[in-house]
């Protein structure tokens, strides 16, 4: 249901931008990968759809492109 | 003729004795066979370790200490630590040159179904490490992910637990199919708290705690029992009784019927699990459960969480929301651990 998915993740960016949260959206990385993978191996498990180690891995790697702006405009630790 | 009148009854003392020792007897049979159940489970490694609890501040949350294996969906050692978070052992207090990272989400952040090493932030922080955006602080992400968490239990989350780790980040998973639907008491259910508008301010409700079983799963006797149930694998295994005898009797939709409709579901799982697959690949990975009915055991929510446009059709969903694994003639995907 691709069309409603968007409808959400559109709304979610919109509600993000609206009070100033950096939003990401996993989901171009995730369906990039599907394409690529072409089912060879999956990133949800069908039981129950949760992700699988290669599923992790993929939202890992998007998080971390996206974090590293999102880290540099975070106040200090020290 | 003296002594022949009818016979006396044995003194009360000793009657007391016999019946003590009895009860002794019975005790002590009781607790061989209960040490010997426990040992021969765990000689053939049967455990069902318990991984949630009842809590007043966030409601049901992961149980402090908990260990064991995941085999629901995937297959994964599970450790819950000292605070009650999927995650090694974090202290409070912010090492000194540390970036943290807080997660906050469901069942997709709390990851029971890989092992903690390959869960995405678990990947993150390794991934993070000499991020020059950083500035030379080292990345520490901290997991407060618990299954079927919707916003307003991530909130309670955040302002209960998660503050007091000092997070210099805070990142929410937020799960399309359900978050939302978490935070209905009418689409969900009670058993956990919610935000209600009241004159269009958000106030808590608590309600759950005042059921019974909340009560006492609250109380310092549920403190107990979790740690006897953690403890041992009969008490585990006498736990799952009650569920175990209403599956009996309430048969897993999920699973065909026996006999001749097996093959009749064969046939319909095949054609539905090449059907499923094209549709995943189509929506790609988005959202999940838009794209894959959940688990027939919540068959309850399946019309909620169709796919396909139009009224669900329920014979339909039941064959195509059966697990995958079961079917005899899937092809097990290659590099796939379940």
Partial sequence: ?78 | VSGSGPPRDPPPVRGRTRRAAELGLAAAALLVAAAGSELALRALGIAYPPFYRTSADVGDSLLPGSEGWWTQEGRAHVRINADGMRDRDHDVARPPGTFRIAVLGDSYAEAFQVEQGEAFWAVLERALRGCPRLDGRRPELLNFGVAGYGTTQQLLMLQRRVWKYAPDLVLLLFTTGNDVRNNSKTLQGGGRPYLRLVDGEAVLDTSFLDKRSSRWRTSRAGDLWYAALQRSRLLQVLAQAPRAWRRLWEPDPARPAPGPPIRTGWRRGRSRRSRSGASRRRCGATTPACCWPPAARRSRWIPTLRCGRGPPRRSGWRTSSTRIDDWPHSPRPRGSRS
């Fill in chain 1, 1 to 78: 249901m691709p069309w409603f998915s968007a409808t959400q993740r559109r709304h979610l960016a919109e509600r993000s931008a609206a009070l100033g949260l950096p939003f990401v959206d996993l989901s171009p990385a995730l369906q990039a990968e599907a394409r690529r993978l072409e089912g060879r191996e999956l990133l949800y498990f069908p039981a129950n759809v949760h992700y699988t180690p290669r599923g992790h891995r993929v939202v890992a790697e998007a998080l971390a492109r996206a974090l590293e702006t999102v880290a540099a405009a975070a106040p200090g630790a020290e």
